[in-house]
């Protein structure tokens, strides 16, 4: 099993950055996806974008596309989301996820590992 952690959110002013990170332990040593998930207030949860372990390929949903990006250093065992740009849509509790054997999707189905989420706010 692997176990997640978020970190890095927060109170961000619209147009604002942020950088939230995703420490996993436990089961590291073999090649997991990780991705990350948002779910807003009355809304399903949904993908944000992923990473394949090598890192040769990702995965971006359109909520994000041109303003996130994914990264992963896995001698750290981490991936983090940069978000920039930020519009007050993008608040909501972001959730980093993980699974073994499978390709990089957007289905959360797809993922047996979760960390408890951070909160990111985009308000003035």
């Known amino acids: 099993q692997v176990q997640l952690v978020e970190s890095g959110g927060g109170l961000v002013q619209p147009g604002g950055s942020v950088e939230l990170s995703c420490a996993a332990s436990?089961?590291?040593?073999?090649?997991?996806?990780m991705a990350w998930f948002r779910q807003a207030p009355g809304k399903e949860r949904e993908c944000v974008g992923g990473?394949?372990?090598?890192?040769?390929?990702?995965y971006y949903g359109d909520s994000g596309k041109g303003r996130f990006t994914i990264s992963r250093d896995n001698a750290k065992n981490t991936l983090y989301l940069r978000m920039n740009d930020l519009k007050p849509e993008d608040t909501g509790v972001y959730y980093c996820?993980?699974?073994?054997?499978?390709?990089?999707?957007?289905?959360?189905?797809?993922?047996?590992?979760w960390g408890p989420g951070t909160q990111v706010t985009v308000s003035s």
């Open positions: 996820a993980a699974t073994y054997g499978r390709t990089l999707s957007p289905d959360r189905t797809q993922y047996d590992y």
């Open positions: 990473k394949t372990w090598s890192g040769s390929s990702a």
């Open positions: 436990g089961r590291t040593s073999s090649p997991y996806v």
